[in-house]
Structures are given as C-alpha cells and as structure tokens.
C-alpha cells in the first residue's frame, strides 16, 4: 500500500496515534489512556502495518499533527462530573464565558462552600468548543507547596523530561493550540500558582486560564468575578435537592425561604440542609438551625471564610453519635482521599469492618464523598472542621503518629512491588505519603527515615527524578544513624547522575564523605574512601572541566589518606579506589588494573563503572574495536539490573550512551541504530526531548537517512533551548551530523546547523573544542567532496588530519580528508590516503570510504566495488548511490 493512505483507524488506534504525535512512550500512552503497555504495542503494530511505514518516527511524520485525547475540541480532562442540575449564575456564567475569550486569567473569587466548584466546572464544559487544544480541570485541594507544577503536568499528561525545566515542557504543551487550564481551591497556594500562570501567559498567551479560589490571587490583568450566596436561585436548589431524596416533599415558600436565609444561601449549607430534611422534617431543621447558623465573628485564627460553612458542618456534626465523630476527626489528616485500610490504620484497636460500617454512615449523611474503587475522601470545607475538632479533642498529635506508621508501611508496601504493578495505588496515595512527610521534622525519627527512603525510591521509579533526590536528602536528614544517611545520600547522589547533573552528585557524595567519616561502625575509613572515590570519578565521568569543582583537585589526596584505615578486605572500597586513580591518572594499564579489582569484589556496578574507564583509555589510544567489545559486554550486563534503582539506572543510562557511540566509531550503524532503539525502550529516565536524539541523528546522517534527520534535528534544537541551553559539547556532534545531512541534500541549510554546532560546542570554532573538532572536520570534508569545493581543500584536509584529544570520530575526519585530497587533486593526495589507511581496520565507514577513494586515485573498479559492497553492509545507502555514479574506473572522478 501507499505509505500516509491508511486503512480505517480505529478510535482507541486514533487515540494511540495522537500520543506518538506527542512523542510520549509506550509507558506513558499506556498510562494516559488506562490500558497495558502490550496493548499499546499492539496497536503501534497496527498503525504501521496501515499506514505501510517502517518506524514510528515515520508513522508520526505521515500521519502529521495529532490531537491527543485531552486536545479533542470539547475534551477538557478531569472536569468534575455532577449527577445533580447546575442553577443559577446566570450572570457570573455570561461574565466567565466573555472573558475566557480574552487572554487574561479569569478568578471565581468567593467564601468556601459557595459553589466556586461546580461553576468553574460548568464553564470549563461550556467553553471547551471555544478551546480546541483541550486542556485540564486540576483540583489543587490534597497539593502541598512545591508541587503544582509537578500535578499540572500529571494532568496534561506530561513526562519529566531532565534536566528540561518541567514548566517548560507544560507551556510547551499548552502552546500546541488554544487549551484550556482550570486551578481549582487554590488558596492555600496563590504564590505559586500566580507564578505559574505568569510564566504559561508569557510563553501559551492564547491559553485560557480559570482559577478557583477563596482569595484572589493579585495576578497583574487578572479578571476578578465574585461568586456571591445564592439569591433567589437558593429556594429552587433547596427543593430541588429535598425532592432529589424524597420526591414527595413539600413547603411552604415562605419557610423554604427562611431556611435558605438563615444558611446564607451558601449552596453547600443549603444542600447539607436539604440532605437532612427528608429526616427531620422541615419544622425540625428549623428548629436545628437556632444559633447554629451564627457566625463566628470575630473567632481569632480562623478565617472569615469559614465561619458560616462551619456553624452548618458543626451542626452535622453534632448529630453524629460519638464513633462517627472520633473517626470523621481522624479522617482530617488525609488530604488526598482513603481507603478502609488507611481509614483503620487511625484505629488500630478497631475491626475494619466497624470501621467500614462507621465509613458507610458517615457517607450516607454526606460528610463523606466517594471517590469510586474503594476510596472516600472528605469535602475540604469539612475537613477543615474536622481537623479543628481533631485539635480540639487533643488528638492530633496520636493522629498523625499514626498517619506516619500508615504511610511509612503503604509506601514499604508499594517499594517492594516495584518490579509488577504498583503504580496506579501509588499515584492514589502519593499526595498523601508527601504531605505525612513534610509534616515530620528532619530530625532522628524511625518511621519517618523509612517513609521518606521509600518514598524517595518510589517517586524515581516514577520517574519524578528531582523530587526524588529531595526525598532521599529528607531521608538522610531523617535517620537515626550515619551509615543510613550515608546510603540516603548516595542515591540522591546516582539519582543525579542518572538525569546528567554531576556538579548536584559532586556536591551529595562529598556530603556523604562527611556522614561516613561520622559513621560509628568498624572501618568507617573504607567507607569514607570509597565515597571520595566516586566523587572523583564523578569530576571526569560527568562533568566537564571548565566546571569541575575546586574540591575534585584535593580528592587524590584525601583518598590516599582515607584508604590508610580501610580494610584490606574490603575488596569493594579497592575497586572504587582503583577506578578512581585510573580517571585520574589515565592510561590503559591503571584503567586494566581497576578493571581486574572490579571483577574481583563482584559487584556489577563497580565493574560497569570500571569498564566505562577502560573504554576511555582504549578510545584515546584509537583501539575502537576494544571499545565496542567493552560496550558489547556492559550491554550484556545490565539486562539484569533492576532500572528502578537509582545506582543501576546511573550505569544503564551510561551504557547506552557510551555503547551508541561505540558503534558508531566502528562504523556499525546498523547496530548504533538498534542500540538507539533499545535505549528508548530500556533507558530508565526514559525518551528525552534532546538527550536521546543524538543516539540517531548521527547514525541517521551517516546512512543517508535525512528526511528522519531533518525532522529530529530542530525538535532536539528547540528542546535544548527551551531547557536553558545546558552544557553540553558531547551533543553538538549530533547537530553537526544534521549540518552532513543538509550539505550532502543540498538543502541551503548547511551553514546554519554548523553554526548551531559550534554554538552547543560553546565555541566560535570547531577546532578549538575537543569532542566536536573530529567530527566537524569530518563534516567539512565530505561536503566538500560532495559539492566540488575544492577552494580550501589543502585547509580542510589539513584540519581532518590535526591530531585529535578526543579521538572518538578521528576515523571518520581521516578517510574523508583522504578522499578530499584525492579528489582536489593536492600533491600529498597519496601520502594522505596511505596516513589514512589504518583507520580501516577500526572503522567499517572509513573503509569504505578509503576503498572508494582507492578506486578514484587508481582507477582501480575492484576497489570501486568493494566500497559499494562495503556501504552495502553498512546500510550507508547515499554513500552506496554515489560510489555506483562513479565512472568505473575513471581517475579523478568525484563522488555526488
């Protein structure tokens, strides 16, 4: 079939297809939509098999821009749904409506309980035609300081994309079309949330925004529309809400109208009222409602806006018999929901099934809401009179101890699930596990270090990597000896060298130097040691010198004197330090010594750390095919690592991208491909906007694949300068391969992605930056030969055959600078090729090239031959097509 003419897409293909467009992982459509990760590779299958493509790079690029399931015109997510009818505010709807046409915020300013909810839902309904982008309904209700960002994206169905600031991703989002963003109860978070917006309005500013609060938020340009009580519309709601329970009854508009006055005509008050009319009769309510209704001026630290929703809970709540009110109190310290067993886990002297029997009554008298799938949770105007009765008792203090044992054991219970199906409950609870740590101090406390270690292992797992090094600090922080802190640290440490932030790891391990000199065990030294050691190889693994710490010179040092106490049979502690010492002191025999150490103390991290040094020593003495053997063997060595730990992901990570550009210094780039590949699938921080696409555009512009690099190349771009363009000289080689691509296609847009090159180089010119000096000259060389620009040839051939401090694509610039000469005609041409030979025998693409380039000086078709046959088994289909236009045999012919 013809590849973009697809056979009939079906609504849940459509829906998987919309998430490709997106870029999103097959984990991430998978959780959007509710289905397993096999069903949404069976549906990609699918996709492919109609739309006759190869890849789902291909598949997106045919299939053009596609709406995801939140961006479907009239598609806002997460709107509340009611089974009850919306009345009144005929007015403040009309005022909403008008202004969400313009590009400012629109505030639904009023006191709790008058029904900011339910209007702001019904406007998000009503407008979402009017957004076709769609967007998000959020309630920011169980959302604790630092974290409203991180729930906007959850709703949106944004990964963390590190080190990309997160904000920058959401208003990416969000700046796709006209969408729509509703922040619902933010009250308790107006600073942060004014922040927010300001920065969506600056970079979305044809997003609609609708806030939700008992307090406006001051946002310059905001339009404020106040939610008044109920008026004449509050007698309707009362009846219709009364009748909504028992359909015959029936009062006096008078009476009714006395009621609603006295309740204020707070639509809540009322609806609590109604609720119980069927029982009492409205003679009865009347009669409850005396002095209940007060309001509690006056009352210091109490907000005014509580005041009268709580005369109408407290008055509920005396009616509860004695059990109902104990649990409703205890209930309070859950900010996100529960569930029976976090419901008894605050009665621990009680049954579950008493405690499920005392759920169901306090929900049948609605002072509990049903959130569905086993879960309740408490309306937040009522628990926030719940909490205040909570204190009042002089129980909170027990309360939350045993909230910490609760959380403490769910978040043990979710960690040791971590290789099955744990996500879901834990997204449930997690603003629950978060809110009961931030209550604790960080001071020594048991349950309060397990909470947080777990929690910090399973925010990583989540991939919510800078929150998780937060909670393994807190963790530290919170433990009751240094050896523990000491581990804290050290996963806050890996987690920050898994998403590429080694000046963060640097700082954390030196931190955990300090705990391990504190730690009260036998050979404190040993560990002391081990620790400075990973902060060295962390100043040469992960960093780049111009921002290497002052610290990292004295480190040789202070290992050689922390090692004096270590054990001898600490065979771990000598392997790190021998790793260390081969960064440090470079070369192929201290880096085969750490090699041998690492294989003895039998830890595969260690020895992955130590081949990755090897590999260092074997790339600088030009031995790539050792490289690609090292890198071949890491492979095999981290199938069986379990990702979601933070020091195995560290070296995942870190193979993938070393053993990607292995294969591509020997020329492989079929297998740098397939490495690329299983890196999206396996790399535990997951698809990245920029730090992933090296992996293929550079094996992508060696194959002659360019429509695949031109549509990669400017998403890496943009992705990198909307994450602050971050140093980082190791992914310039991949622009520069987009810049190979445009000059071999004849684009025009050669000179502008060189230039882009030596900007992410930080440079003015490519020879004077290590990583990207081979590559580029590489770059110029072969263009050169293609376009027949032979006016600065003997220059750039010059460069190709500089010396080289990072020899990584050295094959690459030789055997191109070769084939420059031959074709330029210069006088060393022959000299130049035989300098160049060598390079065969490390690199399939330089030997190609060098048998092309053979045949062109010699006129010899055997060598012409062989290079076709050579681009052949290397998939380098334009350098294949243009070895086959060659005049066989013709000496002097150029390769277009």
Known sequence: MVPGEPREVSPREAEVLAGLAEHLTNAQIAHRLRISVRTVESHVSSLLRKYGVANRAALVALSGPQPSPSARPGHVEGIPVSHTSFIGRRQERQEALAALTRAAPVCLVGPGGVGKTRLAAVLAQAASASFPAGGAFIDLTPVGEGFVL???????????????????????????????????????????????????????????ILIASRERPGLPGERVITVPPLAGEAETLFLDRA????????????VVAEVCARLDGLPLAIELAASRVAVLGVDVLRVGLQDRLRLLSGARGRPPRHRSLRAVIGWSYDLLEEEERALLRRLAVFAGGFDLAAATALRPDTPPSATADVIGRLADKSLIGVVGGGRWRLLETIRAFAADRLADSGETEETLQLRLRWAAGTAATLESRLDGTWAPQFDLVADDLRATLADTPAVPDRQAHRLARSLAHLTFARRFHREAIGHYVAAADRARDAVDGHQDLLNAAATAVSIADGPLAFRLLMRAADQAERADQAEPAGLRAATLASALVVTHRYRGAHDRDPMSEHLPALIDKASVGAAPADPRTAALVAIARAWDQDG??????????????????????????????????????????????????????????????????????????????????????????????????GEHPYLSIPKTIRPLALSGRFPEVFQQAPAMWEAWHQAGSPGSAWMSTAISAAALAHGLAGTGEFDLWRSRALEMARTEDAASSPVLAPFAAFVDARVAVHTRAYHQAAALVERAFAPFTVRWYEAYARAAGAELAVVARLPEAAERVAAAMPYAEQNDWAAACLARTRGILHGDRDALAEAVERWTSIDARFERACTLRLPAGREGSTPR
């Open 150 to 208: 991180r729930t906007v994206a959850d709703a949106l169905g944004l990964a963390e994309r590190p080190p990309q600031p997160l904000e920058s991703v959401v208003a990416g989002r969000l700046a796709l079309g006209r969408s729509l963003l509703v922040l619902d109860n933010c009250e308790h978070l107006l600073d942060e949330v004014g922040d927010l917006v300001e920065r969506l309005r600056s970079d979305c500013p044809q997003a609609g």
């Open 243 to 254: 009748r909504a329970i028992d359909p015959g009854f029936a009062a006096e508009p008078a």
């Open 588 to 685: 192929l025999e201290p880096a085969r010594s750490a090699v041998e150490a690492a294989r003895e103390c039998g830890d595969v991290i260690v020895l992955l750390g130590a081949l990755d040094v090897l590999t260092r020593a074997y790339a600088r003495a030009g031995r790539m095919r050792a490289v690609q053997r090292i890198c071949q063997e890491r492979l095999t060595l981290i199938e069986h690592l379990r990702a979601h730990e933070p020091s195995a992901a560290a070296e995942i990570v870190d193979t993938f991208h070393s053993a990607a550009r292995a294969e591509l210094c020997v020329g492989d780039l079929p297998a740098a491909l397939a490495v690329a590949d299983r890196a999206q699938r396996e790399d535990p921080i």
